[in-house]
């Protein structure tokens, strides 16, 4: 089965040897997949352990839960670190954080909450803590919500594909 990450990757070859503790995410953009991966199978203790210390509350883990209780996930695209289609990257001036010069990723993850559907377009900051790259803390560049989508109109993740054959078969 082909990762849900978007990869075109096997997902054991991918995003859940990652979030099964069975291998070690080497470059952000991976870790970020891994970490999308695991929003949308609720694996919670990942993406406590995957954020970094410095920015981890107490009350991260249930806040997390709870997010994932309420949200499915139906699709992300990788605007820049896209080693796929590195043409598609229309943000490469997102690579690298100026200020702190930390690797970033830029991303657009689609998503479902209480039956409307939403985009969120975040630039995620990342650091090396004790040998692992872990999510450091995210601007959010746009968040829009599509509301209620009919099935044949174009899907709002610009795939070209009708809404009903796209991502609301994520839901
Ligand atoms: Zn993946
Ligand atoms: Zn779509």
New binding site residues.
Partial sequence: ML???G?K?E?KN??SQFVSNDAIAQTPVALM??RY?AFAHSATDYLVSSHAQSTRTSALAQELVDWCAVTHWAKLVVHSFDEQNLSDSLEKNCFTDTQEQLPTVCFSAYYFYQNEFYVMKELSRFIVEQGQWRYLDGESLEHINFGKIGLNKPCPCKSGNKFKRCCYKAR
Wanted: charged residues 10%; hydrophobic residues 25%; contains cysteine.
């Fill in positions: 990762c849900i990450c990869s990757i997902s991918c995003c997949r891994s991966f």
